[in-house]
């Protein structure tokens, strides 16, 4: 099983609030990932990161930041949470290379009422 | 036309039958294709990756990559019920990221 933590699991809040996704890995992994996923549809990158200090948006345009201040955290901030946010989000993590094994934590279903 | 495209299902077949899953991509240039398996509540876990053309097998599982006609497949034979998941095809792209299909979501009954 892979080394990759998020929590909470699930979160249920009111809209405005501020929100913060928590992901670690153990694995030293340099590239980590955030991913959108919906019932039914495609998972989606919405932030990914090479690096400490390193953060780009990915192709899904998304209203959450990142940091990375250390290799192993990779946290996903919203700043006033809105229905619209209802979804999964699903944090992932490699080595760096050409390819290698992408690997994924368990989630977080978040539901903005 | 989207990047990766897969028939989401569901699929149901009786323990121990032949599935077969599949997925076209748009992009000649993708040279890594893999295939993850989903349960429900968790996060997606590796089950098999190819590179560029040809066939790859693991048990009673094949993974098979034909870029000329830039389609994906996989194979599960002897299905079992413990098999019963979300698989999802996906293509490595150019940020190091997956471009997924959106999963087909099969289920084996006893």
């Known amino acids: 099983e892979a080394d990759i933590y998020q929590t909470p699991r699930y979160l249920v809040i009111g809209t405005g609030k501020k929100i913060t996704l928590e992901c670690s890995q153990t694995m030293g992994h340099d590239k980590m990932y955030w991913y959108q996923q919906d019932p039914g549809m495609e998972l989606h990158l919405i932030h990914y990161?090479?690096?400490?200090?390193?953060?780009e948006k990915g192709d899904l345009s998304s209203e959450s930041t990142v940091s990375r201040i250390r290799t192993e955290h990779f946290p996903l901030t919203l700043e006033s949470a809105r229905p619209s946010h209802t979804s999964q989000y699903l944090c992932?993590?490699?080595?760096?290379?050409?390819?290698?094994?992408?690997?994924f934590g368990p989630g977080t279903r978040l539901t903005v009422l | 036309q989207k990047e990766v495209e897969q028939d989401p299902g569901p699929l149901s077949v009786p323990e121990g039958a032949i599935v077969s899953l599949n997925c076209t991509y748009s992009?000649?240039?993708?040279?890594?294709f893999m295939w993850y398996r989903q349960y429900s509540r968790k996060g997606p876990e590796l089950l098999m990756y190819?590179?560029?053309?040809g066939n790859k097998e693991d048990g009673r599982f094949t993974a098979q990559v034909d870029k000329s006609s830039k389609y994906i497949s996989l194979f599960i034979r002897d299905s079992q019920p413990s098999d019963s998941a979300t698989y999802l095809c996906?293509?490595?792209?150019?940020?190091?990221?997956?471009?997924f299909g959106k999963g087909t979501k099969l289920s084996v009954k006893p």
């Open positions: 990161s090479y690096g400490v200090n390193s953060t």
């Open positions: 992009n000649s240039a993708f040279q890594y």
């Open positions: 190819t590179y560029s053309s």
């Open positions: 992932a993590s490699k080595r760096g290379g050409s390819y290698n094994e992408q690997f």
């Open positions: 996906a293509v490595a792209g150019s940020q190091g990221n997956l471009i």
